[in-house]
Every structure is written in C-alpha cells, then in structure tokens.
C-alpha cells in the first residue's frame, strides 16, 4: 500500500482577506462583480424542493460544472446564507471562478448523506445539465463538514459522474473506498478540528489506497480546527487541479 501523501500547509499563508459582502437584492438575486449568482428552486421527483444559488459565467460555451455543499450551519437560515462559506462566497465577493457553480440548500431537518437528499442532488445535477452549456467530461464535487459527508456519499454512489471530488473536513464510509479507486480526490482536513476528527478523512484515504486507489491526494492543514474550508478554498492550485482533471469521452 502506497504510503498517505501529507501534505501540511500552514493557516497564515492561505487565508482570504477579505469581508462577505453577498446581499439579497429586492429582486431575489445575488448581484456580484462578476454576473448574477440567482436564487433558484427545483421541483424534485418526491414532490419535494431543493433551493440552490446557480453562477453562470460570461458566454455560450460549454464550461465546467462545481457542485457546492455547504454546512450544517447554511442550513439555518435564508437561501442567501449558502454563500457565508466557499465558491458562492468567492463569486459573492467578485472573485472569477471558472465554472457553473451550483450550491444547493439542504433543509435544517435534514443531511446531505441521506437517501432523500441524495437523491435530489443527482435530480439537480441532471437538471442543471439538461438546461445550462455543461462541459459533460468536467463535472466536479465539493463539500465542506456536513458537505464533505454529503460530497464522499455522493461520489461512491456516482463515481462515474465526477471528473474530480474535493471533500473538506468530512467523512464517508470505508466500506466504499473501492468505489473511489479511479476518481480523482483530494481532502483537507485541520488537524486541531474537534467538531469531525482527523481521523475521519485519514481512514477514507487509507480504505482507498489500500484498495488500489493512486488518485487521492490528501492536505492535512496544521494548526487548523474546523474551518479548514477558508484555506482550502483559497488555493489557486485547487482549482488549476480540478481542471486538469476530465471523465473520458
């Protein structure tokens, strides 16, 4: 078995600066520097709703999609509240990303990792590409703590679907590793976080390589509690990562 690339990064380098200023403006759309961040609702198949904020970038052409999933605590509040955290703070806040991003809102009484809500997220997934110019070869994944549960769950259910998957701080279920052997992953995890241990992304990573996976990479973030997502989010070479990634033809 191939040995855990560690690779530790230090807070102080990688931190944003920077203040959230994502507003709701009266006609219920999320105004940012670089075009609208729009509040959107699906009507899922259960005859349930699945609320999420939908970035478009400029032009007609295919583009890679970035499926969002927030944490327990963007559930607790108004749909704009997704953007407190991630890639819908960064386009909140005028950074350029390179992607649809799709960050939906799961409901307070519930979790990401459940049937329901798994299900729904395939549905929106299926919508958005249906709908909007989606690069089919590059579609990726990314969740932070309830969302990193969410993001590995989903992964092994749809292996096929994801040309890359980016769990933060989260865990999944070591009985699926051998799902995630040919899938591009990279995880973050601090490792002061008292809220979802360390140890919960170390046995994801040991499950898949032991199972022959060479495509995991995991940063263990040093001196980092929970909110290991502000830096993980804040290096470019995530995202020039995700982008070499591709599902084949």
């Not at 605590?73 to 390179?98: H, N, Q, Y």
């Not at 994944?141 to 969302?147: F, K, P, R, V």
Request: hydrophobic fraction near 40%.
């Amino acid at each position: 078995m191939n040995p855990i690339v560690w690779r530790s990064v230090t807070t102080a380098c990688l931190l944003w600066v920077g203040v959230w200023a994502a507003s709701a403006g009266g006609d219920d759309r999320l105004e940012t520097a670089v075009g609208p961040q729009s509040q959107q609702r699906l009507a899922t198949s259960d005859g349930g709703e699945m609320d999420y904020l939908l970035h478009l970038p400029p032009g007609d052409q295919p583009q890679p999609l970035l499926l969002f999933l927030h944490g327990r605590g963007e559930s607790r509040g108004p749909l704009s509240l997704v953007a407190k955290w991630g890639p819908p703070r960064m386009i909140a806040r005028g950074e350029m990303l390179p992607f649809i991003v799709v960050s939906p809102q799961c409901p307070a009484a519930d979790q990401w990792s459940s049937a329901t809500q798994q299900r729904r997220l395939v549905e929106l997934l299926d919508h958005i590409m249906a709908n909007h110019p989606v690069d089919g070869q590059r579609v990726y994944l990314t969740g932070l703590s309830m969302g990193g549960y969410g993001s590995w769950t989903l992964a092994a259910a749809h292996p096929e679907r994801f040309a890359a998957v980016v769990p933060i701080c989260g865990g999944g279920r070591v009985e699926d590793a051998f799902k995630l052997v040919e899938v591009p992953i990279w995880t973050f995890h601090g490792d002061q976080d008292a809220a979802v241990p360390l140890a919960r992304s170390v046995e994801m990573v040991e499950a898949i390589q032991a199972s022959g996976g060479k495509k995991i990479r995991f940063t263990k973030l040093e001196h980092v509690g929970h909110n290991s997502w502000s830096s993980a989010y804040a290096l470019p070479d995530l995202y020039a990562w995700m982008l070499q990634q591709k599902l084949p033809h």
